[in-house]
């Protein structure tokens, strides 16, 4: 994994030969450089002469340069185009002018430069008349991916390599995915233009900015375009914009990078230059690079998430914090064993004939309630699966009866945060509950299971609000892990707020990661294994535990093996199984 960081156009323009090597000097001290992207353009234009001293002093100390433009600008307006509304100076696509100014800036990169990034500013929001006019009675979503597609083509790709037939042009996919359509970005058409994508994995402080964005997110985002361009997603880019604690950015660094990026991309040079954030990132980098090249390809679950797609945003990223690895694809998993459903797969016309195939062959299929909710309105076909119905009732719970995995006992649970759920009614015995919630003397089913064919559909009732599922008891947290499970999976003993996720590899490899969060505390977490494991080995790197000391099972069967390991927050730590029999080679597998 490359260590790589950004030069923006404006500290290039003013950057002196002599502050160059003593800059580069701090980050090679404090981080290590591998390789940066200096940009020719972004509002303002870098000179040649400023660029090419740049790339002069950053090769001399062994670090590759690439370039890089950023598609905004604020000295085009005129009298005239005080029509025009533009977010962030990002430029209006259909005015003439501003197109001809894009298609200098990108041949002026290509003549500079064999490979560079567009920044994640390549949309459009603007409202314009011109706009209003060209868009014509299609809506602003179809419209606009169009008109980034013919961007693309006729703006960035042709011009650039018409001056540079070598050049390769990597386009940078911003945090925001769930919005993507609205405003024109369109990777189930761009990944097959550009020659490489890149990641957002930014998500900042949950709750104190604009986007609310679950940490997950910095983790399940570079899996879902590396699924989305197999082999061409080049790396992770995170910033340390509205950070606090320092735990909040390096918790994108730690996510990104268990993701096996290529590159971890740091964003800015000058924002990090003498930044308290820097030495701690350096020193937590070479761990996690010490980790990586140890373990295999990540897997989870596959989450089915189509292009274009919103509702549900971040379901899955909200159940990551607590434990489920995912694997979002823009793909239907057709030749999984498992898989996972929210609202954005009915943006998909075919999903009720895709699902209804996948349990007939023997699949088992989770659907969130927003799922089942909306395909009772609107997709044909969902009744013939199960006997759920719903009424468009909610119902408040602080009592909970669990079935656990592997038994047939209920255990009851309370809790002191009442939790408002959708309830959907069944048909007893046609369907069967494994979590009921309520208060009182009225309890609905929150874990729901159906057959169909060979295969099983579970329903998942989710509360509006996401983060109130940390809140659940740990026996629910544990039994909804259970049924993600693909031969791992986790439990936590206490009643706290314990948010911690398991990355899963093949080859017999995973790692925990304790967030740092309020009220966050140390935990032992039991790590349940299929199969026969006599001894987890701590791979070099771990934050917590020596590799030296293998940590011996709890509790082992021919069936399943369980590990009792400490967690502290901000603590990462991996583990490698010593001896894997056949029926856990679903684990490496």
């Given at each position: 994994m490359l260590k790589v960081i950004y030069c923006t156009a404006h500290w290039v323009e003013k950057i002196t030969e002599l502050e160059l090597e003593e800059q580069i000097a701090f980050f090679q001290r404090y981080v290590g450089v591998d390789k940066v992207y200096v940009e020719a353009f972004r509002d303002v234009q870098a000179s040649r002469e400023q660029v090419a001293l740049c790339k002069k002093v950053f090769e001399k100390h062994g670090i590759t340069v690439a370039g890089g433009i950023t598609t905004i600008t604020?000295?085009?307006?005129?009298?005239?185009?005080?029509?025009?509304?533009?977010?962030?100076?990002?430029?209006?696509?259909?005015?003439?002018?501003?197109?001809?100014?894009?298609?200098?800036?990108?041949?002026?990169?290509?003549?500079?430069?064999?490979?560079?990034?567009?920044?994640?500013?390549?949309?459009?929001?603007?409202?314009?008349?011109?706009?209003?006019?060209?868009?014509?009675?299609?809506?602003?979503?179809?419209?606009?991916?169009?008109?980034?597609?013919?961007?693309?083509?006729?703006?960035?790709?042709?011009?650039?390599?018409?001056?540079?037939?070598?050049?390769?042009?990597?386009?940078?996919?911003?945090n925001w995915v769930e919005s993507f359509q609205e405003t024109g970005y369109n990777p189930a058409q761009q990944k097959d233009m550009f020659d490489m994508l890149y990641t957002g994995t930014e998500t900042r402080h949950p709750s104190q900015t604009d986007q609310h964005l679950p940490r997950y997110l910095s983790y399940s985002i570079m899996r879902f375009f590396e699924n989305t361009a197999p082999g061409r997603n080049g790396g992770g880019w995170f910033d340390a914009f509205e950070c606090y604690p320092i735990d909040s950015y390096l918790e994108q660094a730690y996510l990104t990078a268990f993701a096996k990026p290529r590159e971890l991309m740091l964003f800015c040079w000058p924002l990090l230059y003498k930044?308290?954030?820097?030495?701690?990132?350096?020193?937590?980098?070479?761990?996690?690079?010490?980790?990586?090249?140890?373990?295999?390809?990540?897997?989870?679950?596959?989450?089915?998430?189509?292009?274009?797609?919103?509702?549900?945003?971040?379901?899955?990223?909200?159940?990551?914090?607590?434990?489920?690895?995912?694997?979002?694809?823009?793909?239907?998993?057709?030749?999984?064993?498992?898989?996972?459903?929210?609202?954005?797969?009915?943006?998909?016309?075919?999903?009720?004939?895709?699902?209804?195939?996948?349990?007939?062959?023997?699949?088992?299929?989770?659907v969130s309630s927003g799922f089942m909710r909306e395909a009772l309105d609107k997709a044909v076909g969902i009744e013939a699966l199960t006997s759920i119905r719903s009424r468009n009732r909610f119902i408040c719970a602080d009592e909970y009866h669990i079935i656990p995995a592997n038994s047939h006992s209920m255990i009851h649970r309370t809790s002191a945060a009442k939790t408002v759920f959708p309830l959907l009614e069944h048909r007893n015995n046609a369907s069967w509950s494994f979590i009921n919630a309520g208060?009182?003397?009225?309890?609905?089913?929150?874990?729901?299971?159906?057959?169909?064919?060979?295969?099983?559909?579970?329903?998942?009732?989710?509360?509006?609000?996401?983060?109130?599922?940390?809140?659940?008891?740990?026996?629910?947290?544990?039994?909804?892990?259970?049924?993600?499970?693909?031969?791992?999976?986790?439990?936590?003993?206490?009643?706290?707020?314990?948010?911690?996720?398991?990355?899963?590899?093949?080859?017999?490899?995973?790692?925990?990661?304790?967030?740092?969060?309020?009220?966050?505390?140390?935990?032992?977490?039991?790590?349940?294994?299929?199969?026969?494991?006599?001894?987890?080995?701590?791979?070099?790197?771990?934050?917590?535990?020596?590799?030296?000391?293998?940590?011996?099972?709890?509790?082992?069967t021919e069936h399943e093996s369980i590990f009792e390991v400490p967690t502290e927050p901000g603590s990462f730590t991996f583990f490698q199984f010593s001896s894997i029999n056949r029926s856990a080679e679903a684990v490496q597998e």
């Open positions: 604020s000295d085009l307006n005129t009298d005239e185009d005080k029509k025009r509304q533009r977010l962030f100076n990002t430029f209006c696509y259909s005015n003439e002018r501003m197109r001809e100014h894009l298609k200098k800036m990108v041949e002026y990169t290509a003549e500079q430069y064999d490979e560079f990034i567009i920044d994640d500013f390549f949309f459009t929001q603007c409202t314009c008349e011109d706009c209003q006019k060209e868009k014509g009675n299609r809506s602003w979503e179809a419209f606009r991916l169009e008109k980034m597609r013919e961007v693309s083509e006729n703006l960035v790709i042709k011009p650039a390599k018409a001056v540079n037939p070598k050049v390769k042009i990597t386009i940078k996919y911003p930044n308290k954030v820097v030495t701690p990132l350096g020193l937590q980098v070479h761990a996690i690079n010490t980790i990586i090249e140890r373990v295999g390809t990540p897997f989870g679950v596959p989450v089915y998430l189509p292009h274009n797609a919103q509702g549900e945003d971040h379901l899955e990223d909200y159940l990551g914090m607590l434990g489920i690895p995912f694997e979002p694809t823009p793909d239907f998993p057709a030749d999984h064993t498992k898989v996972f459903l929210t609202v954005q797969a009915l943006k998909d016309p075919d999903i009720i004939a895709k699902l209804t195939a996948f349990l007939t062959k023997g699949g088992t299929a989770i208060s009182g003397d009225f309890h609905a089913s929150i874990l729901l299971r159906d057959t169909y064919g060979t295969g099983e559909l579970y329903t998942l009732v989710v509360p509006d609000n996401y983060s109130a599922l940390k809140e659940l008891p740990q026996d629910v947290l544990t039994r909804i892990r259970a049924l993600f499970s693909q031969g791992i999976y986790l439990s936590i003993a206490s009643e706290t707020r314990a948010q911690v996720s398991l990355f899963t590899y093949t080859h017999g490899a995973c790692g925990l990661y304790s967030y740092t969060d309020d009220g966050c505390s140390p935990e032992t977490v039991r790590i349940h294994i299929a199969g026969k494991i006599e001894t987890l080995h701590v791979l070099p790197g771990s934050s917590l535990l020596s590799p030296l000391t293998p940590i011996k099972a709890l509790y082992t």
